[in-house]
């Protein structure tokens, strides 16, 4: 019981601290003109966002960060991975965000100020980097944490899968990060969704008894809400790949450490269908040279097109995942 007062109260730290830090950060992304660029292909309805403000993920990274640093300072100060269920259980996770939020911001910024104006880093560059990180957080993940390799629900034993576990692990990584970049597409949308997520997984995390897990998932979530005060519609700022690449692959980060990841499938429901559209749609497309299967993915777009209001596909796909997430509870405890 004192592990879940402190895991909220941890949030409420958090989301206090990021919501006072929240507008000096919206008047430094101002000041150097660090705006939204609307692509052609978007719906009309999103012109509006030309210009907000975006990189708006370090509003959550730098609150998260530095709070689990202060819990864990000592194992931060000593280096070491060894520390009983303290450094195993965040600095790795804590390292991969910031990784993963520098490359969401080179990309962000290449995107506004780079040569490639408009587009970013280019695809399959962003695509080896994020790969790199993956295999190099699943190989610790494997060999220097011992986390429990799989979970199934009905089995009361853990399935061991050998080396296999770092490329499959490594795969989660990079699809989840995507996953929620695919998602992170309208007003309050992956905030809202990540949050559900950490906190589903923060709440098996206490159950298992992976106290600093369940902590630093906490943290995450009332960072999350803190963000959210500005990034609800209509958006004062978005969180751009800063933000999302590194929300994807912590969340996916955090499903392995408590060997729940196949609850991914579950409680990552939408950012699971915001991907699986985009695969369908350029599938579809190249199939039959040139037809649509969706009128636009990723899948939010196509049920704006369908006459949804950016407001209500955003509280629709919550709903899901607020479902979604106590289904991915109960079975994760069978």
């Known amino acids: 019981m004192k592990q879940i007062a402190l895991s909220l109260s941890l949030a409420g730290l958090a989301f206090l601290m990021t919501a006072i830090w929240g507008g000096p950060v919206l008047r430094i992304l101002r000041y150097f003109k660090i705006g939204k660029i609307i692509r052609i292909e978007q ?3 999103h012109r509006i966002k030309m210009g907000t403000p975006t990189m708006g993920g370090v509003m ?15 194992v931060l100060i000593g280096g070491s991975f060894s520390t009983s269920g303290v450094g195993r259980s965040v600095l790795v996770p804590m390292l991969a965000m910031l990784g993963y939020a520098v490359l969401g911001a080179i990309d962000d910024w290449e995107g506004i100020h780079g040569k490639r104006k408009g587009d970013g880093m280019r695809a399959r560059t962003k695509f080896a980097f994020q790969v790199i990180l993956a295999l190099g957080v699943a190989y610790v993940l494997k060999y220097h944490m011992d986390v429990p390799d799989l979970y199934v629900p009905g089995l ?17 990584i990079v699809a989840e990060s995507n996953a929620i970049n695919f998602t992170d597409g309208l007003d309050g949308l992956a905030g809202l969704i990540a949050a559900t997520a950490f906190a589903a997984f923060g709440g098996i995390a206490i159950i298992q008894e992976q106290v600093y897990i369940a902590r630093f998932c906490f943290i995450l979530v009332g960072a999350l809400f803190g963000f959210l005060w500005f990034n609800v519609h209509p958006a004062e700022l978005i969180m751009g790949d800063t933000g999302s690449l590194s929300l994807g692959a912590v969340l996916a ?26 695969v369908i749609q350029v599938s579809y497309f190249k199939m039959t040279k040139g037809k649509r299967f969706f009128k636009m993915a990723p899948l939010h777009h196509h049920f704006e097109l369908l006459g949804w209001s950016e407001t209500q596909v955003v509280q629709r796909f919550w709903l899901i995942a607020l479902m979604a997430a106590l289904i991915g509870i109960g079975l994760s405890q069978v």
């Open 60 to 74: 959550f990274i730098f609150p998260v960060l530095f709070l689990s640093g202060l819990l864990n300072a000592v």
């Open 43 to 45: 719906p009309d309805s």
């Open 156 to 172: 009361f034993f853990e399935i061991e899968l050998g080396w296999w576990y770092v490329p499959i692990a490594a795969f989660i």
């Open 253 to 278: 980060i955090v499903s392995l450490m408590t060997g729940q990841w196949m609850m991914l499938l579950i409680i990552g429901i939408i950012p699971l269908s915001e991907m699986l559209s985009v």
